[in-house]
């Protein structure tokens, strides 16, 4: 069965270098493409959609931003299930403040150099192993800065109310991107940060070895 993977904001497959997958599952990697002008996350899901073969079973899983990606396309299709990695089903779970920042359109005050540097620090103080730092530091200089707005802009603007099922989430307890008290994870991560897909990859394979031969 393939399980279609989609990554956070500005981030790529790169992201899932880590990930094993239980025997009998095979990953394919959605691939960003332009965003439209005023595009909503909806609109731009179901773009996405045309990379998925919906004829055959399959299941969505995504990190983050492609958490929130995975929940409007399953709205559009049946998935077996649908795997969120340090994510949110719904907007209601987002932090206060980030919505604030939407309403105000404080997303366009900042430049994208400033956001990928603090991010890039960010990672350079809570990442370890060093590869670690480096793949996402690499990661983050790719990131195209017209994406890295829409992507911004497009999650302080997001509103969703509906929750896919089948669900499994996992969820770092120290995210400090989004915070784990904020949502409601089945699987909760101790001392996991916001990129435990990285960081913390054997537990993410033992959740994805836990929970998908389930789905047989």
């Not at 932090?95 to 620090?121: E, N, S, T």
């Not at 101790?190 to 537990?203: C, D, F, L, N, Q």
């Amino acid at each position: 069965m393939k399980i279609y993977f989609i990554p956070g904001m500005g981030a790529d497959h790169r992201v899932f270098t880590y990930v094993r997958l239980p025997e009998g599952y095979e990953p394919f990697y959605i691939q960003w493409i332009d965003p439209l002008r005023r595009e909503s996350l909806g609109d731009y899901a179901a773009r996405l959609l045309q990379q998925i073969d919906t004829t055959q079973p399959f299941v969505l899983a995504g990190v983050s931003m492609g958490g929130m990606l995975c929940v409007e396309i399953a709205k559009l299709v049946r998935p077996v299930c649908t795997v969120l990695i340090s994510s949110v089903p719904v907007s209601a779970h987002l932090p206060k403040m980030y919505r604030l920042a939407g309403k105000l359109g404080l997303d366009r005050l900042v430049p994208a150099a400033l956001l990928k540097f603090a991010a890039i620090v960010k990672h350079s103080l809570l990442m370890y192993p060093h590869r670690d730092r480096r793949l996402m530091r690499q990661i983050i200089r790719d990131t195209d800065d017209r994406f890295l707005y829409w992507s911004l802009r497009t999650i302080l603007e997001w509103k969703n109310e509906w929750v896919p099922q089948p669900l499994y989430h996992i969820h770092g307890k120290r995210d400090e991107v989004l915070p784990c008290r904020l949502t409601t994870p089945t699987h909760v991560v101790k001392k996991g940060g916001h990129m435990i897909v990285v960081s913390r990859p054997e537990t993410v394979n033992a959740f994805l070895g836990e929970v998908l031969p389930t789905l047989r």
